[in-house]
Protein backbone atom coordinates (compact mmCIF):
# COMPACT_ATOMS: atom_id res chain seq x y z
CA UNK A 1 0.00 0.00 0.00
CA UNK A 2 1.68 3.37 -1.03
CA UNK A 3 1.35 6.69 0.83
CA UNK A 4 0.27 8.29 -2.36
CA UNK A 5 -1.52 7.80 -5.21
CA UNK A 6 1.57 9.26 -7.29
CA UNK A 7 4.00 6.50 -6.28
CA UNK A 8 4.29 3.23 -7.25
CA UNK A 9 3.18 0.32 -4.68
CA UNK A 10 6.05 -2.29 -4.12
CA UNK A 11 5.25 -5.69 -5.63
CA UNK A 12 5.35 -8.31 -3.09
CA UNK A 13 8.37 -10.84 -4.30
CA UNK A 14 7.44 -14.73 -3.97
CA UNK A 15 9.44 -17.61 -4.82
CA UNK A 16 11.63 -17.44 -7.59
CA UNK A 17 10.65 -18.96 -11.42
CA UNK A 18 11.78 -22.20 -12.44
CA UNK A 19 11.44 -24.85 -15.06
CA UNK A 20 8.48 -27.39 -14.54
CA UNK A 21 9.69 -30.84 -13.58
CA UNK A 22 7.55 -34.14 -13.30
CA UNK A 23 8.46 -37.45 -11.48
CA UNK A 24 7.94 -38.70 -14.96
CA UNK A 25 10.87 -36.13 -17.11
CA UNK A 26 13.43 -38.51 -16.36
CA UNK A 27 11.53 -41.57 -18.03
CA UNK A 28 10.76 -39.27 -21.03
CA UNK A 29 14.54 -38.03 -21.66
CA UNK A 30 15.22 -41.66 -21.60
CA UNK A 31 13.44 -42.16 -25.09
CA UNK A 32 15.83 -39.72 -26.32
CA UNK A 33 17.42 -41.82 -29.34
CA UNK A 34 15.56 -44.88 -29.01
CA UNK A 35 12.85 -43.55 -31.53
CA UNK A 36 13.68 -43.09 -35.19
CA UNK A 37 14.42 -39.91 -36.70
CA UNK A 38 11.99 -40.22 -39.46
CA UNK A 39 8.97 -40.67 -37.65
CA UNK A 40 7.25 -37.30 -37.06
CA UNK A 41 4.74 -37.01 -34.62
CA UNK A 42 2.07 -34.06 -33.67
CA UNK A 43 -0.53 -33.57 -31.56
CA UNK A 44 -4.63 -32.28 -32.33
CA UNK A 45 -7.08 -31.32 -29.86
CA UNK A 46 -7.32 -32.91 -26.83
CA UNK A 47 -10.45 -31.06 -24.82
CA UNK A 48 -11.89 -30.68 -21.28
CA UNK A 49 -15.08 -32.65 -21.68
CA UNK A 50 -15.49 -32.82 -17.93
CA UNK A 51 -18.49 -30.13 -18.11
CA UNK A 52 -17.40 -28.56 -14.64
CA UNK A 53 -17.43 -25.09 -13.67
CA UNK A 54 -16.23 -23.38 -10.51
CA UNK A 55 -17.09 -19.62 -10.10
CA UNK A 56 -15.10 -18.12 -7.19
CA UNK A 57 -15.16 -14.03 -5.93
CA UNK A 58 -12.93 -13.39 -9.16
CA UNK A 59 -15.53 -14.90 -11.40
CA UNK A 60 -16.19 -18.41 -13.16
CA UNK A 61 -13.68 -20.85 -14.89
CA UNK A 62 -13.48 -24.08 -15.79
CA UNK A 63 -12.42 -26.51 -13.20
CA UNK A 64 -9.50 -28.32 -15.15
CA UNK A 65 -6.70 -26.78 -17.63
CA UNK A 66 -7.42 -26.19 -21.40
CA UNK A 67 -3.84 -26.47 -22.60
CA UNK A 68 -3.83 -30.12 -22.03
CA UNK A 69 -2.72 -30.56 -25.83
CA UNK A 70 0.50 -28.12 -25.00
CA UNK A 71 0.92 -30.10 -22.42
CA UNK A 72 1.37 -33.54 -24.63
CA UNK A 73 3.36 -31.44 -27.46
CA UNK A 74 5.99 -30.68 -24.33
CA UNK A 75 6.17 -33.93 -23.16
CA UNK A 76 6.62 -35.47 -26.95
CA UNK A 77 9.55 -32.43 -27.73
CA UNK A 78 11.03 -34.18 -23.98
CA UNK A 79 11.04 -37.38 -25.41
CA UNK A 80 13.69 -36.13 -28.40
CA UNK A 81 10.96 -37.11 -31.04
CA UNK A 82 10.27 -35.33 -34.62
CA UNK A 83 7.82 -33.33 -33.27
CA UNK A 84 5.31 -30.92 -35.72
CA UNK A 85 3.42 -28.41 -34.70
CA UNK A 86 -0.30 -28.60 -35.09
CA UNK A 87 -1.28 -26.77 -32.27
CA UNK A 88 -2.19 -23.66 -34.46
CA UNK A 89 -2.17 -23.75 -38.17
CA UNK A 90 -3.22 -20.52 -38.96
CA UNK A 91 -0.10 -19.30 -39.80
CA UNK A 92 0.58 -22.09 -42.09
CA UNK A 93 -2.97 -21.59 -43.94
CA UNK A 94 -2.84 -17.71 -43.96
CA UNK A 95 0.61 -18.11 -46.02
CA UNK A 96 -0.33 -20.54 -48.09
CA UNK A 97 -3.41 -18.40 -48.85
CA UNK A 98 -0.86 -15.24 -49.70
CA UNK A 99 0.60 -17.31 -52.11
CA UNK A 100 4.11 -17.19 -50.24
CA UNK A 101 4.85 -20.41 -48.70
CA UNK A 102 4.20 -23.52 -51.12
CA UNK A 103 1.62 -26.35 -49.05
CA UNK A 104 3.45 -28.96 -50.76
CA UNK A 105 6.86 -27.94 -49.03
CA UNK A 106 5.31 -29.22 -45.92
CA UNK A 107 6.36 -32.02 -44.30
CA UNK A 108 3.57 -34.12 -42.94
CA UNK A 109 3.24 -36.05 -39.66
CA UNK A 110 2.99 -39.85 -39.44
CA UNK A 111 1.16 -40.25 -36.15
CA UNK A 112 -1.13 -37.78 -34.16
CA UNK A 113 -1.60 -37.55 -30.29
CA UNK A 114 -5.79 -37.09 -29.75
CA UNK A 115 -7.43 -37.03 -26.73
CA UNK A 116 -9.51 -35.37 -24.06
CA UNK A 117 -10.13 -35.38 -20.47
CA UNK A 118 -13.42 -37.17 -19.86
CA UNK A 119 -14.33 -37.33 -16.03
CA UNK A 120 -14.00 -35.32 -12.79
CA UNK A 121 -16.02 -36.96 -9.92
CA UNK A 122 -16.07 -36.15 -6.27
CA UNK A 123 -15.91 -38.25 -3.90
CA UNK A 124 -17.12 -38.27 -0.36
CA UNK A 125 -14.48 -37.35 2.04
CA UNK A 126 -14.67 -37.18 5.82
CA UNK A 127 -13.33 -35.44 9.26
CA UNK A 128 -13.81 -35.13 12.73
CA UNK A 129 -14.35 -31.81 15.10
CA UNK A 130 -13.72 -32.87 18.87
CA UNK A 131 -13.47 -30.11 21.89
CA UNK A 132 -13.01 -30.90 25.47
CA UNK A 133 -13.81 -27.82 27.44
CA UNK A 134 -13.76 -25.82 24.51
CA UNK A 135 -10.48 -26.70 23.20
CA UNK A 136 -9.90 -29.56 20.61
CA UNK A 137 -8.25 -30.88 17.22
CA UNK A 138 -10.48 -30.32 13.88
CA UNK A 139 -9.76 -32.38 10.24
CA UNK A 140 -11.67 -32.73 7.16
CA UNK A 141 -10.53 -34.24 4.18
CA UNK A 142 -11.57 -34.47 0.25
CA UNK A 143 -11.15 -36.09 -2.60
CA UNK A 144 -11.72 -35.79 -6.41
CA UNK A 145 -11.05 -37.94 -9.30
CA UNK A 146 -9.61 -37.22 -12.43
CA UNK A 147 -9.54 -39.04 -15.82
CA UNK A 148 -8.44 -38.72 -19.03
CA UNK A 149 -7.66 -40.93 -22.94
CA UNK A 150 -5.12 -40.17 -25.28
CA UNK A 151 -4.77 -41.81 -28.19
CA UNK A 152 -1.85 -42.28 -30.91
CA UNK A 153 -3.22 -42.57 -34.14
CA UNK A 154 -1.71 -43.51 -37.58
CA UNK A 155 -1.96 -40.35 -40.01
CA UNK A 156 -2.02 -42.27 -43.27
CA UNK A 157 -4.73 -45.13 -42.53
CA UNK A 158 -6.23 -43.21 -39.82
CA UNK A 159 -6.09 -46.34 -37.10
CA UNK A 160 -5.17 -45.87 -33.94
CA UNK A 161 -1.91 -47.71 -33.04
CA UNK A 162 -2.18 -46.62 -29.39
CA UNK A 163 -4.51 -45.86 -26.33
CA UNK A 164 -4.00 -45.10 -22.87
CA UNK A 165 -6.35 -44.35 -20.37
CA UNK A 166 -5.54 -43.00 -17.00
CA UNK A 167 -7.11 -42.06 -13.39
CA UNK A 168 -6.02 -40.09 -10.16
CA UNK A 169 -6.98 -38.90 -6.95
CA UNK A 170 -6.56 -35.72 -6.16
CA UNK A 171 -6.66 -35.54 -2.50
CA UNK A 172 -7.03 -32.13 -0.46
CA UNK A 173 -7.23 -31.73 3.66
CA UNK A 174 -7.72 -29.28 6.56
CA UNK A 175 -7.06 -29.63 10.08
CA UNK A 176 -5.94 -27.50 13.14
CA UNK A 177 -7.52 -26.87 16.48
CA UNK A 178 -10.04 -24.78 18.20
CA UNK A 179 -9.55 -23.01 21.71
CA UNK A 180 -12.53 -21.19 23.62
CA UNK A 181 -12.64 -19.64 26.70
CA UNK A 182 -14.64 -17.27 29.12
CA UNK A 183 -12.61 -14.44 30.68
CA UNK A 184 -14.87 -12.92 32.91
CA UNK A 185 -18.17 -12.15 30.86
CA UNK A 186 -15.87 -11.98 27.35
CA UNK A 187 -15.77 -15.22 25.33
CA UNK A 188 -11.91 -16.30 23.66
CA UNK A 189 -12.23 -18.58 20.41
CA UNK A 190 -9.11 -18.93 18.68
CA UNK A 191 -8.58 -21.04 15.78
CA UNK A 192 -5.97 -22.29 14.09
CA UNK A 193 -5.62 -24.81 11.22
CA UNK A 194 -3.81 -25.31 8.02
CA UNK A 195 -5.18 -26.82 4.46
CA UNK A 196 -3.29 -28.58 2.37
CA UNK A 197 -4.44 -29.02 -1.48
CA UNK A 198 -3.05 -31.01 -4.50
CA UNK A 199 -2.27 -28.95 -7.54
CA UNK A 200 -5.17 -30.07 -9.82
CA UNK A 201 -3.45 -28.79 -12.75
CA UNK A 202 0.03 -29.83 -12.24
CA UNK A 203 -1.45 -33.56 -11.04
CA UNK A 204 -2.87 -33.08 -14.92
CA UNK A 205 -0.02 -32.50 -16.29
CA UNK A 206 1.86 -35.25 -14.42
CA UNK A 207 -0.80 -37.18 -15.81
CA UNK A 208 -0.43 -36.27 -19.33
CA UNK A 209 3.51 -37.19 -19.23
CA UNK A 210 3.19 -40.51 -18.06
CA UNK A 211 0.47 -40.68 -20.93
CA UNK A 212 2.52 -39.59 -23.48
CA UNK A 213 5.43 -42.13 -22.16
CA UNK A 214 2.95 -44.98 -22.60
CA UNK A 215 1.94 -44.09 -25.95
CA UNK A 216 5.61 -44.19 -27.73
CA UNK A 217 5.98 -47.36 -25.43
CA UNK A 218 3.34 -49.04 -27.11
CA UNK A 219 4.56 -48.75 -30.46
CA UNK A 220 8.59 -49.46 -29.80
CA UNK A 221 9.73 -53.04 -28.65
CA UNK A 222 10.14 -53.84 -24.73
CA UNK A 223 13.49 -54.16 -25.16
CA UNK A 224 13.93 -50.52 -25.97
CA UNK A 225 11.84 -48.88 -22.82
CA UNK A 226 12.46 -51.76 -20.21
CA UNK A 227 15.17 -48.87 -18.67
CA UNK A 228 13.12 -46.30 -18.87
CA UNK A 229 10.00 -47.64 -17.63
CA UNK A 230 12.73 -48.10 -14.34
CA UNK A 231 12.89 -44.61 -13.93
CA UNK A 232 9.20 -44.00 -13.37
CA UNK A 233 9.10 -43.90 -9.30
CA UNK A 234 6.25 -46.05 -8.10
CA UNK A 235 5.09 -43.75 -5.34
CA UNK A 236 4.04 -41.48 -8.34
CA UNK A 237 2.39 -43.58 -10.82
CA UNK A 238 2.49 -46.93 -12.48
CA UNK A 239 1.38 -48.89 -14.97
CA UNK A 240 0.00 -52.56 -14.78
CA UNK A 241 -2.27 -53.20 -17.51
CA UNK A 242 -1.57 -51.00 -20.32
CA UNK A 243 -0.27 -53.02 -23.78
CA UNK A 244 3.36 -51.96 -23.08
CA UNK A 245 2.97 -53.43 -19.67
CA UNK A 246 1.81 -56.77 -20.93
CA UNK A 247 3.98 -56.59 -23.39
CA UNK A 248 7.32 -56.24 -20.73
CA UNK A 249 5.78 -58.69 -18.50
CA UNK A 250 5.58 -61.21 -21.62
CA UNK A 251 9.24 -59.92 -22.57
CA UNK A 252 10.93 -60.45 -18.83
CA UNK A 253 8.72 -64.38 -19.18
CA UNK A 254 10.63 -65.42 -22.31
CA UNK A 255 13.89 -63.72 -21.03
CA UNK A 256 13.37 -66.35 -17.63
CA UNK A 257 12.61 -69.06 -19.91
CA UNK A 258 15.62 -68.49 -22.08
CA UNK A 259 17.84 -68.13 -18.95
CA UNK A 260 16.47 -71.52 -17.54
CA UNK A 261 16.93 -73.32 -20.68
CA UNK A 262 20.01 -72.15 -21.07
CA UNK A 263 21.44 -73.58 -17.76
CA UNK A 264 19.54 -76.74 -17.91
CA UNK A 265 21.69 -77.31 -21.10
CA UNK A 266 24.68 -75.98 -19.98
CA UNK A 267 24.10 -78.88 -16.73
CA UNK A 268 23.25 -81.27 -19.30
CA UNK A 269 26.83 -80.22 -21.70
CA UNK A 270 28.30 -80.40 -18.00
CA UNK A 271 26.70 -84.08 -17.14
CA UNK A 272 27.19 -85.46 -20.41
CA UNK A 273 31.01 -84.11 -20.52
CA UNK A 274 31.20 -85.71 -17.16
CA UNK A 275 29.91 -88.98 -18.24
CA UNK A 276 32.35 -89.49 -21.19
CA UNK A 277 35.07 -89.13 -19.57
CA UNK A 278 33.67 -91.69 -16.49
CA UNK A 279 33.09 -93.88 -19.60
CA UNK A 280 36.64 -93.39 -20.91
CA UNK A 281 38.08 -94.19 -17.39
CA UNK A 282 36.53 -97.14 -17.38
CA UNK A 283 37.34 -98.36 -20.43
CA UNK A 284 41.21 -97.71 -19.57
CA UNK A 285 40.70 -99.19 -16.10
CA UNK A 286 38.60 -102.36 -17.74
CA UNK A 287 40.77 -104.75 -19.52
CA UNK A 288 39.73 -104.96 -23.58
CA UNK A 289 38.99 -108.44 -24.95
CA UNK A 290 41.55 -107.77 -27.64
CA UNK A 291 44.06 -106.70 -25.13
CA UNK A 292 46.88 -109.67 -24.54
CA UNK A 293 48.04 -110.87 -20.90
CA UNK A 294 50.94 -109.17 -20.43
CA UNK A 295 54.54 -110.99 -21.26
CA UNK A 296 56.23 -112.07 -18.06
CA UNK A 297 60.23 -113.16 -17.52
CA UNK A 298 61.21 -116.52 -18.44
CA UNK A 299 62.66 -116.77 -14.95
CA UNK A 300 59.39 -116.13 -13.98
CA UNK A 301 57.91 -119.00 -16.15
CA UNK A 302 60.53 -121.04 -15.90
CA UNK A 303 60.51 -122.22 -12.16
CA UNK A 304 61.76 -125.69 -12.54
CA UNK A 305 64.38 -126.34 -15.09
CA UNK A 306 64.00 -130.07 -14.51
CA UNK A 307 60.52 -129.74 -15.18
CA UNK A 308 59.59 -131.14 -11.63
CA UNK A 309 56.67 -129.82 -9.66
CA UNK A 310 58.47 -130.46 -6.42
CA UNK A 311 62.58 -130.77 -5.54
CA UNK A 312 63.73 -131.50 -2.16
CA UNK A 313 66.92 -129.71 -0.95
CA UNK A 314 69.35 -132.88 -1.39
CA UNK A 315 68.51 -133.12 -5.15
CA UNK A 316 68.69 -129.37 -5.48
CA UNK A 317 72.32 -129.51 -4.05
CA UNK A 318 72.95 -133.02 -6.20
CA UNK A 319 71.98 -130.83 -9.36
CA UNK A 320 73.94 -127.93 -8.32
CA UNK A 321 76.98 -129.61 -7.68
CA UNK A 322 76.80 -131.58 -10.89
CA UNK A 323 76.41 -128.70 -13.01
CA UNK A 324 79.37 -127.22 -11.22
CA UNK A 325 81.61 -130.42 -11.83
CA UNK A 326 80.81 -130.73 -15.66
CA UNK A 327 81.74 -126.97 -16.06
CA UNK A 328 84.24 -127.43 -14.20
CA UNK A 329 85.94 -130.02 -16.17
CA UNK A 330 85.02 -128.37 -19.36
CA UNK A 331 87.09 -125.58 -17.90
CA UNK A 332 90.02 -128.09 -17.32
CA UNK A 333 89.65 -129.63 -20.63
CA UNK A 334 90.29 -126.35 -22.28
CA UNK A 335 92.93 -125.60 -19.88
CA UNK A 336 94.90 -128.69 -21.61
CA UNK A 337 94.24 -128.16 -24.43
CA UNK A 338 96.46 -124.81 -24.61
CA UNK A 339 98.78 -126.54 -22.99
CA UNK A 340 99.29 -128.70 -25.61
CA UNK A 341 99.40 -125.43 -27.96
CA UNK A 342 101.43 -123.85 -25.95
CA UNK A 343 104.32 -126.98 -25.80
CA UNK A 344 103.59 -127.05 -29.80
CA UNK A 345 104.71 -123.50 -29.75
CA UNK A 346 107.48 -123.24 -27.66
CA UNK A 347 109.03 -127.06 -29.23
CA UNK A 348 109.04 -125.50 -32.59
CA UNK A 349 107.97 -122.29 -33.06
CA UNK A 350 109.60 -121.55 -36.60
CA UNK A 351 106.52 -123.88 -37.79
CA UNK A 352 103.99 -120.97 -37.38
CA UNK A 353 106.47 -118.21 -38.40
CA UNK A 354 107.07 -119.80 -41.87
CA UNK A 355 103.52 -120.54 -42.60
CA UNK A 356 102.37 -116.91 -41.72
CA UNK A 357 106.00 -115.39 -43.53
CA UNK A 358 105.20 -114.42 -47.16
CA UNK A 359 108.38 -115.79 -48.82
CA UNK A 360 107.23 -119.42 -47.74
CA UNK A 361 103.82 -119.42 -47.99
CA UNK A 362 102.75 -120.88 -51.32
Not at 195 to 217: D, H, P
Amino acid sequence: MALSNKEPVSLVQGPPITDIFTPFDVALSCLKGQLRNDVSFSVGAILDQTGKDVVTNGGSGKMVTQGAGDMVQSALFQAGVSLLNRRDPRIIESEAKWGIRDPRQIKASDYYVTGSINSLDFIPGGGFDMQIGGVGPNYSQTRIMVGLDLSLTDTRSSKVVANVSLQKQIAAQDYGINAGRFAGHTLLNIQVGKGEREATNFALRQMLNLATFELLSQVIPPVTFESCRAAIPPEFGRLDLTRSSVALYKYKESQQQNTASSAEALLESSSDKTSSSNEKNKSTNSPSKDTQPPKHKESDLIKNPEGDSEMSKKDLIKYISMKQHSSSSKVNEDKKEDEKAQMLWDVNPAVIENYWSTTQRD
